[in-house]
């Protein structure tokens, strides 16, 4: 019995063990992750929030091949590009909340915009309803929505 005893203890201990091993690499892997930040490279500053100044380091990125690539972008037909803004004609559809407003593009696609600090505070001054037409600057941000830095309505 003392035998049977002493191996349900030594298993009991091992599990733990091992529960608590993978506690600590997995709490470390979601510290790593929230210390890097959504599309943020490791060549970023350690500790540095992120920012639209993040969005502009590069416009390039690189594949698995290892060959350069231009970021996948949704082309309206007028859009225009001048360093790393792109700006575009778009319909109101609403707002999302007080950070994010759905638009939708020339080329009929769907799309959600964070909005900046500077436009998040007088964003209903603008005055915006469903169905405006609207000309925007933004800039594309990997793994996040796109930032839009001007809005404006189009007569």
């Given amino acids: 019995m003392r035998i049977k005893t002493g191996i349900a203890v030594a298993i009991i201990m091992v599990l733990g063990l091992g529960l608590l091993g993978y506690s600590i690499f997995t709490q470390t892997q979601v510290k790593a992750y929230l210390d890097e930040g959504p599309g943020k490279s490791s060549a970023n500053s350690p500790g540095g929030a992120g920012t639209a ?21 949704a082309d309206a037909s007028d859009a225009q590009e001048e360093d790393g803004i ?38 209903d001054d603008y005055g915006f309803e469903p169905g405006d037409r609207v000309r925007i600057s933004y800039r594309e941000r990997e793994e996040q929505n796109p930032l839009i830095e001007k809005i404006e309505e189009m007569e």
């Fill in 86 to 123: 792109i700006t575009a004609s778009a319909t109101f559809n609403g707002r999302i909340d007080t950070n994010f407003i759905e638009l939708e593009m020339e080329d009929g696609t769907i799309r959600s915009f964070q909005l900046s600090g500077a436009l998040r505070e007088s964003f």
């Fill in 53 to 73: 100044e993040d969005a502009n380091e590069s416009d390039i990125s690189v594949s698995d091949a290892g060959e350069n690539e231009e970021p996948s972008r």
